[in-house]
């Protein structure tokens, strides 16, 4: 299309995309890497978010967008307008549902914050007292079980020293914070300037405890160096729920392709290349897991309120369906 509009002919050649098969062949355990890698996402949404408040992680799913930062072209500004639409839809309808967006680009930053570093580290302290109390309780609970003359389970808090339960005590307190958690990670050379976080604060969706939807602006690739994560990008992908990059300007689009190699559902648009191949050569592609936003003839807020419906829809499935989705992806 570039080359009729631009040079004034059709390309000769075209090559197909595609990406390397045999990095994602596990096909008979995906199922599994999807639980596994989301249980170490649910430690970081537990270590970003518990210390402020807290919500029922068998119902929460995890979105993600990711890609170079470009506002307009990959889609940001459209995804972030149906996530409002999608808050006050859940909120309104009063869906027992969270949803953590995860927003992962690359930007200039001086650092990760250090609110981040110090509520995942406390939560790592959290871990190490439980693990110790558990360890003691357990020791002592054999112990009294082989001399009681009952079969009566004892009251476990006798067998706690008050070293521990002090402990216990003053880490959680030490850990719990009156603020909403942060809305991005690292702290950026330009944040007065950044585009998403001027949209997250124009329209208030900041993390409040009463938001269905909640965001975490990540502007650094992940890799298994990070250390609030702490996995690869792979992994990632493979953890949460849907991908979601509607973009108005991409030529091919990799990273839907990704989350279908990866068994992971994801949206897409008619202005990316991968979009319009599924609409031309994939028959009933949402049963698939693949969905197409209009954007080529649509007025952003047409699009934005499309996008908001196929992700209420979403999340109106069934863990079953969820999970049949997957496996047809």
Known sequence: YEAEHLLKRRADVILPNGLQLDNFMVLHEFQNLHSTHKAAINQ???SHFFHSYSFDLDKTIYFFTSGRYEYKNKGFDLTLESLVHLNEQLKK??????VVMFFVTKRDFHSIKPEAMHNRAMMEEI?????????????????????????????????????WKLRYRRTIQS?????????VTHTLVDEDKDEILQFLRRRNLNNKAEDK???VYHPDFISSTNPLFGMDYNEFVRGCNLGIFPSYYEPWGYTP????ASGIPSITSDLSGFGDYILHHIQDHEKFGLFVIER??????WSANQLAEVMYKFLMQSMRERIMQRNNV
């Open 213 to 215: 939807v909640k965001i």
């Open 127 to 163: 871990r190490q007292v439980c693990d110790a109390i558990q360890k003691e309780v357990g020791v002592r609970l054999f112990n009294e079980s082989t001399k009681q003359k009952d079969n009566k389970l004892p009251e476990l808090n006798q067998f706690v020293d008050e070293y």
């Open 175 to 183: 850990w719990k914070s009156s603020r909403n958690p942060l809305m």
């Open 93 to 98: 309808e009063k869906i027992d549902v969270t």
């Open 257 to 260: 392709l990704e989350c279908m």
């Open 44 to 46: 970081f949404v537990i």
């Open 296 to 301: 080529g003839k649509r007025t952003f807020d």
